[in-house]
């Protein structure tokens, strides 16, 4: 799939998609400890951060794309693209990084994997929006 051939509003509205599920597996298994897992509010000291910015981004990036009237001084793709550059910085230094995997019996589990996957995709199609602003 070509991401330049989809309109600026199927950019838009995929971005805020992404950004929701990327909440949602904030509250998935990220890190399994011999049998017991663990999401990123148990891993991840300031998670809620990562829930704010993934709301934030997600809410501007969808009201840009279903045209809702924002302040002139906002300008959600730019912010979007921020926010989620923040997101996927994070995620990777969690799943690069994660604290004991490697130990026998600790283990990434779905969840970050999806987060990771969640929070690329939410950052390239806010970076795509960003950059081919009119």
């Not at 998935?28 to 910015?53: C, H, K, M, Q, R």
């Not at 793709?77 to 997101?87: D, Q």
């Not at 994070?90 to 589990?109: C, E, H, K, N, Q």
């Amino acid at each position: 799939m070509n991401l330049g051939s989809l309109t600026r509003e199927q950019r838009l509205l995929g971005g805020a998609a992404a950004c929701a599920l990327f909440v949602i597996s904030l509250f998935l298994p990220w890190y399994d400890v011999e049998g017991t897992n663990f999401g990123a509010d148990d891993f991840v000291a300031s998670w809620w951060l990562l829930l704010i910015f993934a709301i934030v981004s997600g809410a501007a990036l969808a009201a840009e794309g279903l045209n809702v009237e924002l302040p002139s001084q906002v300008r959600p793709p730019a912010l979007a693209a921020y926010l989620t550059s923040v997101l996927f910085l994070v995620t990777l230094m969690y799943f690069l990084d994660a604290p004991g995997v490697g130990d026998i019996g600790v283990g990434r589990s779905f969840g970050l994997f999806l987060a990771l996957i969640f929070s690329l995709a939410a950052a390239i199609l806010s970076w795509l929006s960003w950059r081919k602003e009119p």
